[in-house]
């Protein structure tokens, strides 16, 4: 019959267990990390681990007392995580992105990372938490503290510049170590901010907990609109 010699319709492919497993990393991933968040700040404002935050103080200005010459260094590379820079990096990221005609992803990165810098501020208003007393600073550093600006703005861009970047890469090696060299640049700038002592150490975990967990978000929804478009959010074949 007519009717049975038709073919009946393929039914749509399921998602690959690599990207469901990808999905499910990322996820619990930045969980997670907002989880650490939450955990930081609720014990800053009981004052739970104020003399954690006081030993590291004290130890970065006894490092800064027996090694002067490095604090030119340590500021140098504080500097990686303000604002100026970390928009140049995103400009040239986004730039990049454009020549690959990845117009969607450019404009994810973009707006992550505006976002994510404007939801830092509304997070150091809503904690108003004071900075390190200025006889155990290095420098005076304007505004607020938890979380800190440099550490979690330096997370969120420099994690997603690599993910960006290195899913360009099919080697592994190449992949691993962009993602490396990504991370080392944000735990720098971190513990750059806790050596000048223009910031309490639970401020810096909790800017990287949130950077991490914001620019991992970030790249979940990057994957998720991808995959909708027909497209995939992984390392090329060439």
């Not at 490396?180 to 910031?199: D, E, P, Q």
């Amino acid at each position: 019959m007519l009717g049975s010699s038709l073919k009946s319709p393929r039914p749509a492919p399921l998602a690959r267990p690599r990207t469901i497993y990808v999905a499910l990393v990322l996820g619990a991933g930045a969980l997670l990390l907002a989880l650490a968040f939450g955990l930081l700040g609720s014990e800053v404002l009981e004052g739970e681990i104020r003399a954690f935050d006081v030993f590291m103080l004290n130890f970065a200005q006894s490092i800064r007392a027996g090694h002067p010459k490095l604090v030119s260094a340590i500021a140098d590379i504080s500097a990686l995580g303000s604002g100026a820079v970390l928009s140049v990096f995103v400009a040239i990221t986004v730039g990049y992105l454009l020549l690959r005609a990845e117009h969607m992803n450019a404009a994810l990165l973009a707006a992550s990372a505006i976002s994510g810098s404007l939801l830092v501020g509304v997070l150091k208003d809503v904690f108003g938490r004071a900075r390190p007393p200025l006889a155990f600073a290095e420098l005076v550093a304007p505004g607020l503290s938890f979380p800190s600006g440099h550490s979690a703005q330096a997370a969120m861009v420099y994690l997603m510049i690599g993910a960006w970047v290195a899913r360009t890469r099919s080697s592994l090696s190449e992949r691993l170590y962009i993602l490396a060299s990504t991370a080392l640049l944000a735990l720098l700038v971190g513990l750059s901010r806790v050596a000048l002592g223009v910031h309490w150490a639970t401020d810096v975990l909790a800017g990287w907990a949130f950077g991490g967990a914001w620019a991992i978000g970030c790249l979940f929804i990057a994957g998720f609109l991808t995959a909708r478009q027909g497209t995939r959010f992984a390392p090329d074949d060439t």
